[in-house]
């Protein structure tokens, strides 16, 4: 199975900037998408952005676009979320997820990374 840990949090000021990394270790999937989720105290999780294994597809959060940037690393097995101009409803535990690109559902994740932006 895939293990997946997540890297980089902390607590920054609103406009600051922060890089989440993933790196996944074990068996994976030939073709798949890796993810970045976050879930903020009382709300849903909700997904951030999505990019393929060859990372020549991107996708992200309407809500989102523009502060947030996900890209692979030089390593196929790694993945990085890019946040800028951070806002405090940006404070959330964000997840790394991956699944096989021909599942609907993300089947494996790390345990999370708080990221706490103050105003």
């Known amino acids: 199975q895939v293990q997946l840990v997540e890297s980089g949090g902390g607590l920054v000021q609103a406009g600051g900037s922060l890089r989440l990394s993933c790196a996944a270790a074990?068996?994976?999937?030939?073709?798949?998408?890796m993810g970045w989720f976050r879930q903020a105290p009382g709300k849903e999780r909700e997904f951030v952005a999505g990019?393929?294994?060859?990372?020549?597809?991107?996708l992200y959060a309407d809500s989102l676009k523009g502060r947030f940037t996900i890209s692979r690393g030089n390593a196929k097995n790694t993945v990085y979320l890019q946040m800028n101009s951070l806002k405090p409803e940006d404070t959330a535990v964000y997840y790394c997820?991956?699944?096989?690109?021909?599942?609907?559902?993300?089947?494996?994740w790390g345990q999370g990374t708080q990221v706490t932006v103050s105003s």
């Open positions: 997820a991956v699944r096989a690109s021909w599942a609907t559902a993300y089947d494996y």
């Open positions: 074990g068996r994976t999937f030939s073709t798949y998408v």
């Open positions: 990019i393929s294994w060859s990372g020549g597809s991107t």
